[in-house]
């Protein structure tokens, strides 16, 4: 059996390295028994052709202004890989991120009318809605997305139609070409997808990603934090993104929450760091507090697996104040070190933190909670219980093995059945 994944990255961004760490355990797990193909979008002037135009057509409808620009996909343009000696050659598609210029929707018709088996990992919410990757509050999609509040302002030219609207008919319409396997990585996800009218007669099913468990694992703090010049001797809470500026993923709640904290525990202020770790982190700095200054250290982001587990495992308790994440690969490579966790009740992290046990589950958006959750796991009397569980929890239910044998078996299914 040969499969071929498809992303728009090979590398990155969370959908990439979920998507490549699922080819790497279906590989060495199955062996023989399945070959697996990588796709992703090709680079130069035409990769950068299609994703300007299609930049174009939102900047215009949302009446010249780049607000919630990367908020938005609708699918205008892509590349024909049912043309590629990949795809011809595959028995299953498996679909991951495709967004930005990888896949149109007149692409994604022509993959289902091919008649080959189609698996789509959402890694978002996009493959459901009409155009927004996330929706936060907005239920539009269990019927049918309308004037989606993404967009600032009305389209400046009269005869220009519901761009939202427009491209939700469009999903619907190539949807029906062929049912389609849609795999949520978190429950959550799986559960919003049922609810779309989009999804409607396609197969929803569950399959939570994978990471290495033997790069992800426990080490020796000291020696980590020495290669990485951090203190030896203080408490160090992380965060991490991709693009730390994105308020989406909720730094601003932790820096909040961590003032709380230390003003209503000041013998603290001496004893805890913090180590913010992703792209931009530094511009973070500017507007904090001295305080905030005081205790922060700043790590570029990387992609480096190694690199990543060094940090981690450097790192007493990883924090994810986001507001909406579907399953998040960072939650996963903490715990696999052996890392507990605090984050808010939302999307997929409640599955992954198990409340009291391997980490703490705030109420949503609620700072307060949050400094709750950040003191109670730093103040535990019992630090290797939480480290056992954090590790166990991974070990039981991201492992590659289980995570491959889950996909093979759904792939399996639907070849035998074509």
Same mark, same amino acid.
């Given at each position: 059996?040969?499969?071929?994944? =498809?992303?728009?990255?090979?590398?990155?961004?969370?959908?990439?390295?979920?998507?490549?760490?699922?080819?790497?355990?279906?590989?060495?797990?199955?062996?023989?028994?399945?070959?697996?193909?990588?796709?992703?979008?090709?680079?130069?002037?035409?990769?950068?052709?299609?994703?300007?135009?299609?930049?174009?057509?939102?900047?215009?409808?949302?009446?010249?202004?780049?607000?919630?620009?990367?908020?938005?996909?609708?699918?205008?343009?892509?590349?024909?890989?049912?043309?590629?000696?990949?795809?011809?050659?595959?028995?299953?598609?498996?679909?991951?991120?495709?967004?930005?210029?990888?896949?149109?929707?007149?692409?994604?018709?022509?993959?289902?009318? !091919?008649?080959?088996?189609? =698996?789509?990992?959402?890694?978002?919410?996009?493959?459901?809605?009409?155009?927004?990757?996330?929706?936060?509050?907005?239920?539009?999609?269990?019927? $049918? *997305?309308?004037?989606?509040?993404?967009?600032?302002?009305?389209?400046?030219?009269?005869?220009? $139609?519901?761009?939202?609207?427009?491209?939700?008919?469009?999903?619907?319409?190539?949807?029906?070409?062929?049912?389609?396997?849609?795999?949520?990585?978190?429950?959550?996800?799986?559960?919003?997808?049922?609810?779309?009218?989009?999804?409607?007669?396609?197969?929803?099913?569950?399959?939570?990603?994978?990471?290495?468990?033997?790069?992800?694992?426990?080490?020796?703090?000291?020696?980590?934090?020495?290669?990485?010049?951090?203190?030896?001797?203080?408490?160090?809470?992380?965060?991490? !993104?991709? $693009?730390?500026?994105?308020?989406?993923?909720?730094?601003?709640?932790?820096?909040?929450?961590?003032?709380?904290?230390?003003?209503?525990?000041?013998?603290?202020?001496?004893?805890?760091?913090?180590?913010?770790?992703?792209?931009?982190?530094?511009?973070?700095?500017?507007?904090?507090?001295?305080?905030?200054?005081?205790?922060?250290?700043?790590?570029?982001?990387?992609?480096?697996?190694?690199?990543?587990?060094?940090?981690?495992?450097?790192?007493?308790?990883?924090?994810?104040?986001?507001?909406?994440?579907?399953?998040?690969?960072?939650?996963?490579?903490?715990?696999?070190?052996?890392?507990? *966790?605090?984050?808010?009740?939302?999307?997929?992290?409640?599955?992954?933190?198990?409340?009291?046990?391997?980490?703490?589950?705030?109420?949503?958006?609620?700072?307060?909670?949050?400094?709750?959750?950040?003191?109670?796991?730093?103040?535990?009397?019992?630090?290797?219980?939480?480290?056992?569980?954090? $590790?166990?929890?991974?070990?039981?239910?991201?492992?590659?093995?289980?995570?491959?044998?889950?996909?093979?078996?759904?792939?399996? !299914?639907?070849?035998?059945?074509?």
């Amino acid at each position: 059996m040969k499969i071929l994944i =498809v992303n728009t990255s090979e590398r990155t961004g969370g959908a990439a390295i979920a998507a490549q760490r699922i080819a790497k355990a279906i590989r060495a797990t199955k062996g023989q028994d399945v070959k697996v193909t990588f796709l992703s979008a090709e680079r130069g002037l035409k990769a950068k052709l299609r994703k300007a135009l299609e930049c174009l057509v939102v900047f215009i409808h949302n009446g010249f202004s780049k607000n919630n620009m990367f908020s938005i996909s609708i699918a205008n343009t892509g590349t024909d890989i049912t043309k590629t000696k990949e795809f011809k050659e595959a028995d299953v598609v498996h679909l991951h991120w495709i967004n930005q210029g990888m896949l149109s929707l007149d692409v994604i018709r022509k993959i289902l009318q !091919s008649g080959k088996p189609v =698996v789509w990992t959402m890694h978002d919410m996009w493959p459901f809605t009409g155009v927004c990757h996330n929706t936060t509050t907005c239920t539009q999609f269990h019927s $049918r *997305c309308q004037h989606c509040g993404l967009f600032d302002h009305k389209p400046i030219l009269p005869f220009m $139609r519901d761009l939202t609207t427009r491209v939700f008919d469009k999903k619907s319409k190539v949807y029906s070409s062929a049912k389609i396997t849609f795999v949520g990585c978190s429950r959550w996800i799986s559960n919003q997808a049922s609810r779309s009218a989009l999804t409607k007669g396609h197969k929803i099913i569950s399959i939570p990603n994978t990471l290495d468990t033997d790069i992800f694992a426990p080490g020796n703090k000291i020696e980590a934090r020495k290669g990485l010049n951090l203190p030896l001797e203080k408490y160090l809470i992380l965060f991490s !993104s991709r $693009r730390v500026t994105d308020l989406s993923k909720g730094i601003n709640y932790l820096y909040e929450a961590i003032l709380l904290m230390l003003n209503q525990y000041p013998e603290l202020r001496e004893r805890i760091g913090l180590v913010v770790l992703g792209g931009k982190a530094e511009e973070t700095k500017n507007g904090q507090t001295d305080v905030i200054q005081r205790i922060s250290h700043y790590i570029d982001y990387t992609s480096s697996e190694t690199k990543l587990s060094e940090i981690y495992n450097a790192v007493d308790m990883y924090v994810t104040p986001s507001l909406q994440d579907n399953l998040p690969n960072t939650i996963m490579e903490a715990l696999a070190c052996g890392v507990p *966790c605090v984050g808010f009740n939302t999307g997929g992290i409640p599955e992954m933190i198990d409340h009291k046990l391997n980490g703490y589950v705030a109420q949503y958006a609620d700072t307060e909670d949050l400094k709750n959750g950040i003191y109670w796991t730093m103040q535990h009397t019992d630090s290797e219980h939480l480290k056992t569980h954090a $590790r166990q929890k991974v070990l039981d239910t991201y492992a590659p093995a289980i995570i491959a044998s889950q996909y093979y078996e759904t792939y399996l !299914s639907l070849f035998v059945s074509v």
